[in-house]
């Protein structure tokens, strides 16, 4: 008889095809390597899934609403200011619980091989560019002023997710009130960074003097 415990659940399948593309991309997401992974039978698949499609399926559902979900509800949260609009969206590129970056590069180099998986990322995109665009209509940007900006902010972050760039977090702190001045054209307020540290790191001293030590106090208003 085969009890649950043999067939796992569907949360593990996904959780191990997960992984499996995040480490090999969409080839390595096979029912028989996922349920040597799993240390089960590969016909405990079909209790959850109709078939491999049906998988994949929920791997680009996990990935909208992760992705693209976490980036537009960032672009929605109340800010007093653009500054603090845009740091909201700099979350996003700090916390995996809203945006996971490696998803987002194994979904983009899965979409250089399938025509469906492109048409997705391309929706996805129009959709956190329109987001971006109306958070910076709602702080009297002009239109075209606003999707400019909005295709700056975005397509530098894809960009460094499709490069794998990787910056330590002292580089990081060091280069967000530049990044926010860049893409706003306002300066960012060392209160305003303050906040925004606090909600990712533990050292918040650490932190600030590593941005202090980056010599951009020229483009603060320290209060």
């Known amino acids: 008889m085969t009890t649950e415990s043999d067939k796992g659940r ?6 191990a095809a997960y992984e499996a593309l995040i480490s090999g991309g969409i080839d390595a997401v096979k029912i028989q390597l996922l349920a040597k992974t799993l240390g089960t039978s590969r016909t405990s698949f079909y209790w959850f899934f109709k078939d491999r499609e049906a998988l994949l399926a929920q791997l680009l559902t996990h990935w909208k609403h992760k992705n693209t979900g976490g980036l537009i509800k960032q672009t929605e949260c109340y800010a007093g200011t653009v500054v603090e609009a845009m740091l909201n969206v700099f979350d996003c ?9 490696d998803l987002e590069y194994a979904v983009r180099y899965w979409a250089l091989h399938s025509n469906a998986v492109a ?21 009297d940007y002009p239109p075209l002023e606003a999707s400019v900006r909005a295709r700056t902010i975005y397509l530098t972050q894809i960009g460094y997710i499709s490069m794998r760039a990787v910056d330590t977090p002292d580089e990081r702190i060091s280069r967000i009130a530049e ?12 209160a305003d960074l303050k906040r925004f540290v606090a909600r990712h790191a533990p050292d918040l001293t650490a932190w ?4 202090d030590k980056g010599n951009n106090e020229v483009w603060l208003s320290d209060r």
């Open 119 to 139: 048409a997705e990322v391309a929706a996805a995109d129009e959709a956190r560019l329109a987001a971006l665009t109306r958070m910076l209509s709602n702080f």
């Open 93 to 101: 590129w700090l916390d995996t619980e809203l945006f996971d970056a």
């Open 208 to 211: 600030m003097a590593a941005f």
């Open 179 to 190: 990044y926010v001045r860049v893409f706003t054209g306002q300066a960012c307020e060392r």
């Open 10 to 15: 569907a949360e593990d399948w996904l959780d």
